[in-house]
């Protein structure tokens, strides 16, 4: 395993992140448990769930299922960077969610209940409150930190410019601020390029992109259902989405083939030759998808072959940040 910086920090995280949003309702509690400990065996040390992960509102189930795996002991929670969220609707009240100060410290300590651990290593914002001034966020987060509850805070689905506020406020209180933003980012959906990565690149943030297979288009899914089996991209939206795009995924599956690359390797290993990445997100429902996810590791992104890809799927206007992406 191959291991980097999270951002500006001195922390040291896997260039592979275990998604945990399975756990729960794809994946059963002991194929779960299967899952995170070889992910350890792979080296794999960064973890990442949500406290709405579960979709039972306010139940936690993904984290609950995390915290009975910690519990079993033997040094998993010492060999884990762990991540969370805080933002989504824990409750029918309308202080059940958001990033109130009230919201934010009561969902840490229900986080740190259901995963049965003492400190989140990194506390994610998961989505932007328009409502919430930073000074209330930041006090609250200033709080969990100087309790030993939470050491690093980050941010997900956040503009360029929502960045830049949280370290203009951050620096105002002599606060670290944010340490990385989790976005949307693969080969269909590029739009980060544009501002959110250059911010991220100036104030120090590790990106971690959630979604690199763009639910499973770009994981192979034509010669999945060529070879009949079942394939996550040809069901509910991602059918749309295939319908949309299928001439560019079979000259995408084509090139992967050429290159003697499974379609999910090339996707991950093109993500972690992104400028500002840090780890991408893998989702894994099964252990062997887990094993299978390591290949992106060794995929390597040449020139020509960067440039094949940008044919296929275009970035935003001109490509790289903006304003040059859209003007002269």
């Known amino acids: 395993m191959e291991y980097t910086n999270l951002g500006r920090t001195g922390l040291s995280v896997s260039r592979l992140c275990l998604g945990t949003m399975n756990f729960g309702p ?22 990442d769930t949500a406290n709405v992960y579960g979709w039972q509102t306010g139940e936690g189930i993904t984290e609950q299922i995390i915290g009975r795996w910690f519990a079993q002991g033997g040094g998993r929670r010492d060999k884990v960077v762990l991540a969370t969220k805080v933002y989504g609707k824990m409750g029918d009240w309308p202080n059940e969610q958001g990033l109130s100060a009230r919201h934010i410290i009561r969902a840490c300590e229900d986080s740190l209940r259901r995963l049965q651990t003492d400190v989140i290593d990194l506390y994610q914002m998961h989505h932007v409150s328009r409502s919430t001034p930073w000074e209330e966020i930041w006090q609250a987060m200033e709080t969990l930190v100087a309790q030993g509850k939470v050491i690093y805070v980050g941010s997900s689905n956040f503009a360029g410019w929502h960045i830049a506020q949280a370290q203009a406020a951050a620096g105002r209180r002599n606060f670290l601020g944010l340490v990385a933003e989790q976005s949307i980012y693969n080969l269909l959906t590029r739009h980060v390029e544009l501002e959110v990565i250059p ?16 639910g499973g288009l770009l994981s192979g899914v034509l010669r999945k259902m060529a070879e009949g089996g079942a394939a996550r991209g040809a069901s509910g939206r991602s059918a749309d989405a295939l319908a949309e795009h299928r001439t560019t995924i079979e000259a995408y599956e084509k090139l992967c083939a050429d290159l003697g690359h499974d379609p ?16 991408p997100i893998i989702g894994p429902r099964t252990v062997d998808q887990l094993d299978r996810s390591l290949g992106a590791l060794t995929v390597d992104i040449d020139e020509a072959t960067e440039k094949r890809l940008d044919e296929l799927f275009p970035p935003v206007g001109n490509g790289g940040p903006g304003p040059e992406a859209w003007a002269w």
Not at 38 to 45: D, P, Q, T
Not at 199 to 214: C, D, E, N, R, T
């Open 26 to 47: 794809q994946t059963t509690e002991p194929d779960s448990f299967a899952i995170m400990d070889r992910a350890l065996e792979h080296g794999i040390n960064f973890f």
């Open 264 to 279: 999910a390797d090339m996707a991950l290993g093109w993500l972690l030759s992104r400028p500002g990445v840090t780890a």
């Open 199 to 214: 911010a991220a690149q100036h104030y120090g943030l590790g990106v971690i992109p959630w979604s690199p297979l763009h």
